[in-house]
């Protein structure tokens, strides 16, 4: 069976909503979809705006939309680098099992290298098995003994108000 074509490309400004629309693919796939209120505008003006928070990568296959990478900057004071963190992989799922997330975190890797960046980090659920073998498939090991926070919503406002 021969390989379609896998094309990854960072995001433009006209990508926003083809971003958005992932973004609510990828909270349908961890059932979260009653947390996600992000809009087009603020995507726009965070991603492409005169201040960028964060990037993305959108991979194609045989020329359409296929699944997205959305990944901001961090730092290791331990290494003394700058590095990536993952915050959304997404790959549509008629189109998973062909390469395309793969391609996108190779993507990364190599603009963590291109960059000079120490490493590439991200979270996965504990329940999504298949992402969780792929991540292993590629090289990447789950950090022992640590455990995320999120200080978020009133917590968030309470300590910072």
């Known amino acids: 069976m021969p ?8 995001a433009a400004p006209d990508d926003a909503r083809l971003i958005l629309e992932l973004i ?11 947390q996600v209120i992000a809009t087009e505008e603020r995507l726009r003006e965070h991603l492409f705006g005169e201040r960028r928070y964060a990037e993305a990568l959108i991979a194609e296959h ?5 699944g997205y990478a959305l ?8 290494l003394a680098l700058p590095g990536l963190f993952l915050e959304d992989l997404f790959v549509l799922p008629e189109l998973r099992a062909r390469g395309i997330g793969r391609a996108l975190l190779q993507a990364l890797a190599k603009l963590a290298v291109e960059r000079g960046y120490g490493r590439v ?6 329940w999504n098995d298949p992402a969780i073998g792929f991540y292993r498939s590629i090289g990447a090991e789950p950090v022992a003994g640590w455990t995320s926070y999120r200080l978020a919503g009133d917590a968030l406002r309470r300590l910072g108000g």
């Open 71 to 78: 990944f901001f900057h961090s730092y290791s004071t331990f």
């Open 62 to 66: 045989d020329g359409l939309p296929a």
């Open 121 to 126: 980090e991200w979270a996965v659920l504990d």
């Open 24 to 34: 609510r693919g990828l909270a349908s796939y961890e059932k979260l979809s009653d």
């Open 3 to 10: 390989i379609e074509p896998i094309h990854v490309r960072t």
